[in-house]
């Protein structure tokens, strides 16, 4: 039998001598009556309340890093919804519609060209949660937030911006057709990318790593600039949209320890757990919101778990003995995967039936009410409760980990299937079924003239529901994404800034990295320019002779220095301020690149144009830094 005993506590259990087994057995009577007598709510709470008080007072105790598989925000806990949930219920069903039948017409006959339905399906109302109440546009008072979108996620975006007439429905039918599409109004790149709609997506992302590792980079170069007084950054938040499988990828997980170093408290990942990735399972033996969870929790991240959707409430107040919750915490992905792919009759059976307890449960609930019972990622409520969570935490990044079906709302070939992911086109029975789903009013022969071009729905700009989200991205400061193309000009310093270098070194020879240096001291002496210069050094300003830069330009750390410095008393010596303009990646080529793309694009992203200087050793830099770019 496997050692219950979680690693870290075993083997803190392994230094230690139980020196009075006496008081041993009576802390654990104690514990067992607390359980017989208080019941198991009522014990995890008093037992993760000795843990905290242990740490306040010094008792080096392991961290929690898994808690049980149920919602971090107890319902009671949950705040008042301040929107009208029915019609943003409406206003989803209309991009869940436009977003699957812009990719279904791309693969008419004589196009083809693929593209997903079913991730945006999944993840509907993590983006409409923050688009109605959350995201900043750039016309908000305390500037925009930025959104690093999921890439399969784009038809969603896509269909939104139909909606608010962004974008026309001649160009919709453009995706993925960018240069063929070009004579009828440009077509639509597949995934976000600012080189391919230049005017539209901030930054590009798909689901390789980069997104992410981006995310965090844009995060901390918004503090650099807060720190520095270059930009008041205090409203602004980051916020990255991410897929389970996705985390495999080890650029993101490589860079959660600085956002937690750094306390980016600006900084929000909504990780989409619908279990799947493109050929099946993400974790089929085990469970991948348990897995992140303990991996973000050890890494210092705020972890906020929405699984399960308000019809399960009721379920788990009634589970005074724990057996719910742990049937919860003992099903891997695999089954609940299988779960929603079956029925509610087999849910019953494979489920709730496997505990005498849990079956009662639902003895008189009918196979249809246990089919209705949702992930925590498709209840509008509890995601609105992570988010005002999330954004009300301070001294700590914060990961969302939101339960959801792949294919979710499109109909029993797609949701919950391994192939789901690949599946491009619907049926006319599974038009017509996903169309009564979503309760639209688009009648049969509009679906029958011709399968391969459904038509788009959009209620009209007077209807209730797009007044509804023209007032709400108003409120809010505007459209999201829009990009600002344009930058204002900077007061170049002049030619003669160049002499030094252009003068030569008459007959002692000089390193091409001392004469760089020596013009780029000269460049950061420039009113003009001096200040928006980011030299971004990846530990190697030693080999390139940059080291002298460390007492004057100091290199940034958001805490200071609290520490002496071991050469003190040497005139180069090692100096940390929170306004520090270097920005010292230590050996980490690809977040030097990240910083490089947060400072690059800053005359975008914050309207305040900035330098960034990379440098980098050779070798590494065609390994890691090519990589990146």
């Known amino acids: 039998m496997a050692d219950p005993l979680n690693p870290s506590v075993r083997g803190a259990l392994s230094q230690l001598y139980d020196i009075d087994p006496e008081e041993t057995r009576e802390w654990f009577e104690s514990l067992d009556a607390a359980i017989d007598e208080r019941g198991r709510n009522r014990t995890r709470y008093l037992m993760l309340a000795l843990l905290e008080r242990a740490r306040e007072r010094g008792v080096g105790v ?3 890093l898994s808690t049980d598989y149920i919602n971090t925000i107890p319902s009671e806990a949950e705040p008042y919804f301040p929107g009208d949930e029915a019609l943003e219920r409406r206003i989803r069903r209309l991009i869940r519609w436009n977003a699957a039948i812009m990719v279904h017409r791309a693969q008419r006959p004589g196009i083809g060209v693929g593209g997903h339905i079913s991730s945006y399906a999944s993840s509907a109302s993590l983006y409409e949660v923050g688009y109605n109440h959350f995201w900043r546009g750039r016309d908000h008072s305390g500037g925009g937030d930025q959104i690093f979108f999921q890439g399969h996620a784009s038809p969603g975006v896509y269909a939104r911006s139909f909606l608010l007439d962004r974008i026309s429905e001649e160009r919709m039918d453009g995706f993925r057709q960018e240069f063929s599409h070009a004579a009828h109004g440009g077509g639509l790149p597949s995934y976000p990318h600012p080189r391919l709609l230049p005017d539209f997506w901030e930054f590009p992302t798909v689901s390789m790593g980069l997104g992410p590792m981006n995310a965090v980079y844009q995060a901390r170069f918004n503090r650099y600039l807060q720190h520095r007084g270059l930009k008041d950054t205090s409203a602004q938040r980051v916020w990255a949209f991410l897929g389970d499988g996705e985390m495999d990828e080890p650029e993101v997980i490589g860079s959660i320890g600085l956002a937690a170093r750094e306390e980016l408290d600006n900084l929000t990942f909504v990780i989409n757990c619908n279990l799947q990735r493109l050929d099946g399972p993400v974790r089929g033996n085990g469970k991948i919101i348990q897995e992140l969870e303990a991996t973000f929790r050890g890494a210092g991240w705020n972890v906020i778990k929405v699984v399960w959707g308000r019809g399960w409430d009721r379920l788990l107040a009634a589970d005074t003995d724990g057996a719910l919750v742990h049937l919860m915490n003992t099903t891997v992905d695999g089954d609940y995967q299988t779960y929603k792919a079956e029925s509610g009759e087999y849910i019953r059976e494979h489920f709730f039936g496997r505990d005498p307890r849990t079956a009662k449960l639902v003895e008189d609930w009918s196979d249809d009410e246990i089919w209705t019972l949702q992930r925590g990622g498709h209840d509008y409520r509890k995601m609105y409760a992570a988010y005002k969570a999330a954004t009300e935490h301070r001294g700590q990044p914060t990961v969302i980990l939101a339960k959801t079906i792949k294919g979710y709302r499109l109909g029993p070939h797609f949701e919950g299937r391994n192939a789901t992911h690949q599946m491009k086109k619907l049926t006319l029975e599974d038009l ?27 209620p009209g700009p007077d209807s209730e529901e797009i007044q509804y989200i023209k007032e709400t991205r108003s409120r809010l400061g505007g459209f999201v994404p ?83 410095a071991v050469d003190r008393d040497l005139s180069l010596s090692y100096k940390e301020s929170e306004v520090g303009q270097i920005i010292h990646e230590g050996i980490n080529e690809a977040g030097s690149v990240a910083t490089v793309t947060a400072a690059g694009t800053a005359y975008s992203t914050h309207d305040t144009p900035m330098i960034p200087v990379y440098i980098f050793y050779s070798m590494f830099g065609f390994q890691r830094t090519a990589d990146s770019f």
């Not at 017509?432 to 959009?458: G, M, S, T, V, W």
């Not at 002692?508 to 001291?521: D, E, G, I």
């Not at 009113?527 to 290199?555: N, W």
């Open 482 to 564: 829009r990009r600002q193309k344009d930058a204002h000009p900077l007061v170049l310093p002049g030619d003669k800034v160049y002499d030094v270098v252009k003068r030569g070194s008459g007959k002692q020879q000089v390193a091409t990295t001392m004469a760089f240096v020596r013009l780029l001291k000269d460049l950061l002496k420039d009113k003009e320019i001096g200040p928006r210069i980011v030299p971004i050094i990846p530990d190697e300003a030693r080999t390139f002779g940059m080291d002298s830069l460390f007492p004057t330009l100091k290199i940034y750390n958001p805490r200071g220095m609290n520490y002496t």
């Open 62 to 64: 392991p961290s929690l």
């Open 432 to 458: 017509k079924q996903f169309r009564d789903r979503l309760e639209l009013p688009i009648d049969d022969k509009a679906l029958e003239d011709d399968p391969y071009l459904p038509p788009y729905y959009n």
